[in-house]
């Protein structure tokens, strides 16, 4: 495989994945909104009010994560044809389990979910919404134990190039997994509040806000700061459990040319490869490897010793200055947004011009830091499929570059088009609402 099929064949998987992680966490984080107005709806209309407008962009969410996940389904197959017969017997099963949940246990709940609101009493209607919000977690639950298990492979033996199962305990309980989880669903709260806060800003540009959307306002600019919190801490968990198995990733985010001591941690430089050292760097605080446990507290591996088998060094070391940059931009907007909106009495009419620019660029912020983070994952894992063992340039595939260009063009315009028409559908939702509908029962 050329160097130019491999990144071809990347780039073309890592944008389905993106595309898929960016709207299943959005669903995921979304569902569980949707269940906290479903049970304060019971004594608050203004809940009622959010819950119908944003169970129509959960819905739309869904669909466009549905439908883009069907091709990651099968570049599985064609971009890494080997990938199934080494991993199989582990990720068969994971990714069956994923499609079996999504289809029968969030999707029974579904229908009822989006249509039967009048038709079922509130009780009833809020404990399918939690039904929903619990499938969908589920869904990514065996999502996050995959992602897991190809970063730290475990519960499992490679017997003559193919893993064999050992221990399927030991597979859906790796530490990795929950921490993974967690910090999906932290990136879906996240997404889905600034989310909330850039429509809610937008829909007072063109009429007076109502109930809901004071109430989604509210909501919003607690759940955003809640949501950061949550993911920096699941971000450091995870280092600590990734990082010491994996030193490629160690050497790159330091980075630490030469194996030995831990050298001092760089707050930002500019890595030169061919050099072996720093264009130049500005110093970070010293001792962050008593933060970060290393195996036998042993020295650190360096760059020169792990030559050929070690992530993009600039793409890995800037991906993670990058995640977190864009945290801290993020957690300063969304302070000066929670004291302001207190201050007017979370009040979206009032807000400024640059209020409103403030928090649509928030929700912009939001995706460029679950890209940059889920990137460095991704990217620092290389050049392996299942980390340590199964490098991706064995498992690639032989197609022609020019084939490889055509798809990655045709799925480039097709995303877009994707991207484009959640925005508009969104953009006219905000403008003109949701559409009403005929009472039956006396019910809302």
Do not use: N
């Not at 306002?217 to 801490?233: C, F, H, I, N, P």
């Not at 030559?307 to 600039?314: C, D, I, S, T, V």
């Not at 980390?387 to 480039?412: F, H, K, N, P």
């Amino acid at each position: 495989m050329t160097q130019t099929a491999w990144v071809l064949s990347l780039s073309q998987f890592y944008l389905s994945l993106g595309f898929v992680l960016f709207f299943l966490t959005l669903e995921l984080g979304l569902a569980w909104v949707l269940f906290g107005f479903r049970l304060c709806a019971r004594r608050s209309q203004a809940a009622l009010l959010a819950y119908r407008f944003w169970a129509r962009v959960f819905a739309l969410s869904l669909i466009l994560g549905f439908a883009a996940s069907l091709p990651l389904v099968f570049q599985i197959g064609t971009l890494w044809p080997d990938f199934m017969d080494r991993a199989g017997e582990v990720v068969g099963p994971l990714v069956g389990m994923a499609v079996l949940t999504a289809f029968v246990f969030k999707s029974c709940f579904l229908g009822a979910m989006l249509y039967g609101q009048r038709a079922l009493s509130d009780r009833a209607h809020t404990w399918v919404v939690g039904m929903v919000a619990a499938g969908t977690s589920l869904t990514v639950w065996w999502i996050a134990v995959l992602l897991a298990w190809l970063q730290r492979p475990v519960g499992a033996v490679l017997v003559e190039g193919r893993y064999q199962v050992a221990d399927w305990l030991g597979v859906l309980a790796d530490g990795a997994a929950p921490v993974l989880f967690g910090a999906l669903l932290a990136g879906g709260l996240l997404l889905a509040a600034t989310l909330m806060l850039a429509v809610t800003a937008w829909r007072t540009e063109v009429r007076p806000s109502d109930a809901g959307d004071r109430s989604v306002y509210a909501w919003g600019l607690r759940l955003v700061l809640l949501a950061l919190v949550l993911q920096a801490l699941l971000a450091a968990t995870l280092g600590r459990e990734l990082l010491p198995l994996q030193p490629a990733r160690v050497a790159a985010v330091v980075p630490q040319w030469a194996s030995g001591p831990p050298e001092r941690l760089s707050l930002l430089a500019w890595p030169d490869a061919a050099q072996g050292r720093d264009g130049w760097h500005l110093a970070g605080p010293a001792g962050w490897a008593d933060w970060v446990r290393l195996p036998d507290e042993g020295p650190v591996h360096g760059l020169d010793e792990l030559a050929g088998m070690r992530p993009p060094l600039l793409l890995t070391y800037l991906s993670a200055r990058l995640t977190v940059l864009l945290a801290g931009i993020l957690a300063v907007l969304a302070a000066w947004a929670l004291w302001r909106g207190r201050r007017l009495g979370h009040e979206p009419d009032s807000l400024s011009p640059a209020g409103r620019a403030g928090l649509r660029a928030m929700a912009w912020l939001a995706v460029a830091l679950q890209a940059a983070g889920w990137g460095h994952l991704m990217i620092g894992s290389l050049p392996y499929a299942v980390y340590g063992t199964v490098s991706l340039r064995e498992i690639g595939t032989d197609v022609s570059q020019g084939v490889l260009w055509a798809v990655l063009c045709l799925q480039v315009a097709v995303y877009g088009a994707l991207a484009a028409g959640f925005h508009q559908l969104l953009r006219h939702a905000t403008r003109y609402g949701i559409v009403p509908v005929a009472r039956h029962r006396g019910r809302a």
